[in-house]
C-alpha cells in the first residue's frame, strides 16, 4: 500500500528552480535512500514531504492517518528540563492514560457506592487495555534501549537546553525513533553519531516496522538499510530497486544504455541531413525543379522536427577538484603528547594519553562520543591546556583545522567574500579556484548561511587548500559531504605530503 505518492511537484528558491514536476511513490515499510549531489535538493524534498514546506506547484498525498516522524528544528525547553524529560515526552498520549488510571485508583480506594466502583472499575479496565496494547509498561524499557544504541546514557539527567548542538541532534534523533512514526524522515542521521551508534542505528531501521526515507552519505550505511534508492539528480528524480551497491551498478549501465540510444540517435539525425540535403540538390539540378523531390525532402524534415530528441546524458559528471600540498616540510615530530589529563567539573575524560606522531603519518582519533576527542584536538590546537602532561607541537608545523561547525557564526557573507578572506587572492583568481570546488558563475555571491552542510565542507576545503599547511586536522570531515566529494576528499588525503 502507497504511505506517500508524490505528483509532479515544482519548488523554486530566489528565483531559481530546484527541481520540477517530480514524481514518485513510497510503499508501506519500504526503506528508501534519497541520494544526489550536495545542493541538489535533497533536503528541500524530504521537508516536502514532512509537510514542513508546500511546493509551487504540483500534490503531495499521505495515507490517511499517517503519522510522520521528522527531525527539523530542535524546540526549545525549560532550563529545569532534563533529556530524559524530553525522551519521555514521546510517550504523551500515554502518560495521559497512566494519570487517568492514577486517578481511578484513587476514586476507587474512596468508593463506597457499589455501582460507582463497578463504573469505575470498567473504566480503569478499559484504559488498561488501552495502556497495555500501546505498550504503556515497556516505556522504561524502550527508552534505554535507544539510549543505549545511540550512546546518550551520560545526558540523561543534564538539562537538554544546555546541551551542544550535536548532542540535542542526537536526542532528537533518540526522540523519534522512540515515537515510532508510520513514515520516519530522516537527514543525514549518522551525522555526530559514533561508529557503534551507526552500526546500532543500521540495525534498528532494518527491523523498523514503519517506512523510511532517508538521506545519507553514508556508502556503507545505505548498503545496509535501504532496499530503494531514489537518484535525485539535475532536478530529475530516478528510482531503483536496490540497495546503494545495486543502484551504482544499475546507474551505470542505465546511462551506458541512454548514451548508446543517443549515439545511434544523432547517427541516424545525420544521415536524414545527408539525405535532405542530397533531394534538393537532385531537385535543383533538373530543369524545371523537381516539385516531387521537393516534397520528399521537406516531408523528411518535418520527421526530423517531430522526433524527440534524446539528451545526452552525462556520464563523467564534474567533481571537486582537490589537490593539498604542504609547502615546507615540518621537522621529523609533528605531534608529542605525553601523559595528558584533562576533566570538565566530576568527569575525568582522560588521563596518561601519550601520542607521538611523526611526519607523513595518518593518524585517526576514534572513540565513543563523550570520550574527548574533540576535546583533545582543541588541545593540539592550543585552544585548551591540559590539566596534566605536555602537549608539544613540533618544529615548522603549519595547521590547517577543519572542524564540525563551520561557518556557523557568519550571517551576510558571500561566498566569495568568506573565502579571500582566508586567502590573499583577486576576485577573478578566486572565482577561478571556487569554481574547482563546484561553486559557478552567481553561486560565489550566494550568502553562507544559505549554504547546505555539504557544500559549507566544500569552501572550508577551498580554503585549505590554498593556505601555507603541512598539519590537517580533520573533525569529523566527511560530514555532509556528498559521495562523490567523499571519494575526491579520500583520494587527495592520500597524496597529501603533510600529516
Same mark, same amino acid.
Given at each position: 500500500m502507497?504511505?506517500?505518492?508524490?505528483d509532479?511537484i515544482?519548488?523554486m528558491?530566489g528565483?531559481?528552480?530546484?527541481?520540477?514536476?517530480?514524481?514518485?511513490e513510497i510503499?508501506?515499510?519500504?526503506?528508501v535512500?534519497l541520494?544526489?549531489?550536495?545542493?541538489?535538493g535533497?533536503?528541500?524534498l524530504?521537508?516536502?514531504?514532512a509537510?514542513?514546506?508546500?511546493p509551487?506547484s504540483?500534490?503531495i498525498?499521505?495515507?490517511?492517518?499517517?503519522?510522520?516522524?521528522?527531525?527539523s528544528?530542535?524546540?526549545?525547553?525549560?532550563?529545569s528540563?532534563?533529556?530524559k524529560?524530553?525522551l519521555?515526552?514521546?510517550?504523551?498520549?500515554?502518560?495521559k492514560?497512566?494519570?487517568?488510571?492514577?486517578?481511578?485508583e484513587?476514586?476507587m480506594?474512596?468508593?463506597?457506592?457499589?455501582d460507582?466502583?463497578?463504573k469505575?472499575?470498567?473504566?480503569?479496565?478499559?484504559?488498561?487495555?488501552?495502556?497495555t496494547?500501546?505498550?504503556?509498561?515497556?516505556?522504561?524499557s524502550?527508552i534505554?534501549r535507544?539510549?543505549h544504541? &545511540?550512546?546518550?546514557?551520560?545526558?540523561?539527567?543534564?538539562?537538554?537546553?544546555?546541551?551542544s548542538g550535536?548532542?540535542k541532534?542526537?536526542?532528537?534523533l533518540a526522540l523519534?525513533?522512540?515515537?515510532?512514526p508510520?513514515?520516519?524522515l530522516?537527514d543525514?542521521?549518522? $551525522?555526530?553519531?559514533?561508529?557503534?551508534a551507526?552500526e546500532? &542505528?543500521?540495525?534498528f531501521?532494518?527491523e523498523?516496522s514503519?517506512?523510511v526515507?532517508l538521506i545519507?552519505h553514508?556508502r556503507?550505511?545505505?548498503?545496509?538499510?535501504v532496499?530503494?534508492?531514489?537518484?535525485?539528480?539535475d532536478?530529475?528524480?530516478?528510482?531503483?530497486?536496490?540497495?546503494?551497491?545495486?543502484?551504482?551498478?544499475?546507474k551505470?549501465?542505465?546511462?551506458?544504455?541512454?548514451?548508446q540510444?543517443?549515439?545511434?540517435?544523432?547517427?541516424?539525425?545525420?544521415k536524414?541531413k545527408e539525405?535532405?540535403?542530397?533531394?534538393?540538390e537532385?531537385?535543383?539540378?533538373a530543369?524545371?525543379p523537381?516539385a516531387?523531390?521537393?516534397?520528399?525532402?521537406?516531408?523528411?524534415?518535418r520527421a526530423?522536427?517531430r522526433m524527440?530528441?534524446?539528451?545526452?546524458?552525462?556520464? $563523467?559528471?564534474?567533481?571537486?577538484?582537490l589537490?593539498m600540498?604542504?609547502?615546507d616540510?615540518?621537522g621529523k615530530?609533528?605531534?608529542?603528547l605525553?601523559?595528558?589529563a584533562k576533566?570538565f567539573d566530576?568527569?575525568?575524560?582522560?588521563?596518561?594519553v601519550?601520542?607521538?606522531v611523526t611526519?607523513q603519518?595518518?593518524? =585517526?582519533?576514534?572513540?565513543?562520543?563523550g570520550?574527548g576527542?574533540s576535546t583533545?584536538?582543541?588541545?593540539i590546537?592550543?585552544?585548551?591546556e591540559?590539566?596534566?602532561?605536555?602537549?608539544?607541537?613540533?618544529?615548522?608545523?603549519k595547521?590547517g583545522y577543519?572542524?564540525q561547525?563551520i561557518f556557523?557564526?557568519?550571517?551576510?557573507?558571500?561566498?566569495?567574500?568568506?573565502f579571500?578572506?582566508?586567502?590573499n587572492?583577486t576576485?577573478?583568481?578566486a572565482?577561478?579556484?571556487? =569554481?574547482r570546488?563546484m561553486?559557478y558563475?552567481?553561486?560565489?555571491?550566494?550568502k553562507?548561511?544559505q549554504?547546505?552542510g555539504?557544500?559549507?565542507m566544500r569552501l572550508?576545503l577551498a580554503?585549505?587548500?590554498h593556505q601555507d599547511?603541512?598539519?590537517?586536522?580533520l573533525d569529523?570531515p566527511?560530514?555532509h559531504l556528498?559521495i562523490?566529494s567523499r571519494?575526491v576528499?579520500?583520494e587527495?588525503?592520500?597524496d597529501?605530503q603533510?600529516?
Amino acid at each position: 500500500m502507497i504511505v506517500c505518492s508524490v505528483d509532479k511537484i515544482a519548488k523554486m528558491y530566489g528565483g531559481n528552480s530546484v527541481f520540477e514536476e517530480i514524481s514518485f511513490e513510497i510503499k508501506e515499510k519500504e526503506r528508501v535512500g534519497l541520494v544526489g549531489r550536495n545542493g541538489s535538493g535533497k533536503t528541500t524534498l524530504i521537508k516536502l514531504v514532512a509537510g514542513e514546506e508546500t511546493p509551487d506547484s504540483g500534490q503531495i498525498h499521505w495515507k490517511k492517518g499517517t503519522a510522520i516522524g521528522y527531525l527539523s528544528q530542535i524546540p526549545d525547553y525549560e532550563d529545569s528540563t532534563t533529556t530524559k524529560a524530553v525522551l519521555t515526552s514521546a510517550f504523551s498520549p500515554l502518560l495521559k492514560i497512566e494519570e487517568k488510571m492514577k486517578r481511578l485508583e484513587t476514586k476507587m480506594g474512596m468508593e463506597n457506592n457499589a455501582d460507582t466502583l463497578e463504573k469505575l472499575i470498567g473504566e480503569y479496565g478499559d484504559l488498561q487495555d488501552q495502556f497495555t496494547m500501546n505498550g504503556g509498561y515497556e516505556i522504561e524499557s524502550n527508552i534505554e534501549r535507544i539510549v543505549h544504541g &545511540l550512546n546518550i546514557q551520560p545526558l540523561l539527567w543534564q538539562s537538554f537546553s544546555r546541551l551542544s548542538g550535536g548532542e540535542k541532534t542526537k536526542v532528537g534523533l533518540a526522540l523519534m525513533l522512540l515515537k515510532q512514526p508510520d513514515l520516519l524522515l530522516l537527514d543525514e542521521p549518522t $551525522n555526530h553519531l559514533d561508529l557503534m551508534a551507526v552500526e546500532w &542505528l543500521g540495525n534498528f531501521l532494518k527491523e523498523y516496522s514503519g517506512t523510511v526515507l532517508l538521506i545519507s552519505h553514508d556508502r556503507y550505511f545505505l548498503d545496509e538499510v535501504v532496499n530503494k534508492v531514489i537518484d535525485l539528480e539535475d532536478g530529475e528524480i530516478t528510482t531503483y530497486h536496490t540497495n546503494f551497491t545495486g543502484f551504482v551498478k544499475e546507474k551505470e549501465e542505465r546511462l551506458l544504455r541512454e548514451f548508446q540510444a543517443f549515439e545511434e540517435q544523432q547517427k541516424k539525425i545525420k544521415k536524414m541531413k545527408e539525405t535532405i540535403k542530397k533531394l534538393r540538390e537532385w531537385a535543383n539540378r533538373a530543369n524545371p525543379p523537381n516539385a516531387g523531390l521537393h516534397r520528399r525532402a521537406r516531408n523528411m524534415e518535418r520527421a526530423l522536427e517531430r522526433m524527440e530528441k534524446l539528451q545526452r546524458p552525462v556520464l $563523467n559528471r564534474k567533481k571537486m577538484n582537490l589537490e593539498m600540498d604542504s609547502t615546507d616540510r615540518s621537522g621529523k615530530d609533528v605531534i608529542v603528547l605525553k601523559d595528558v589529563a584533562k576533566r570538565f567539573d566530576d568527569k575525568q575524560l582522560f588521563e596518561n594519553v601519550t601520542m607521538h606522531v611523526t611526519y607523513q603519518e595518518r593518524a =585517526a582519533i576514534i572513540g565513543e562520543n563523550g570520550t574527548g576527542k574533540s576535546t583533545l584536538l582543541k588541545m593540539i590546537l592550543q585552544q585548551l591546556e591540559p590539566d596534566a602532561g605536555e602537549v608539544r607541537i613540533g618544529s615548522n608545523v603549519k595547521i590547517g583545522y577543519l572542524s564540525q561547525n563551520i561557518f556557523s557564526t557568519i550571517k551576510d557573507e558571500t561566498v566569495i567574500e568568506a573565502f579571500r578572506e582566508e586567502v590573499n587572492v583577486t576576485e577573478g583568481e578566486a572565482r577561478q579556484i571556487l =569554481a574547482r570546488f563546484m561553486f559557478y558563475g552567481y553561486h560565489v555571491f550566494q550568502k553562507v548561511s544559505q549554504l547546505s552542510g555539504g557544500e559549507r565542507m566544500r569552501l572550508r576545503l577551498a580554503q585549505l587548500m590554498h593556505q601555507d599547511i603541512n598539519l590537517l586536522i580533520l573533525d569529523e570531515p566527511t560530514n555532509h559531504l556528498d559521495i562523490d566529494s567523499r571519494e575526491v576528499l579520500e583520494e587527495a588525503l592520500e597524496d597529501f605530503q603533510g600529516v
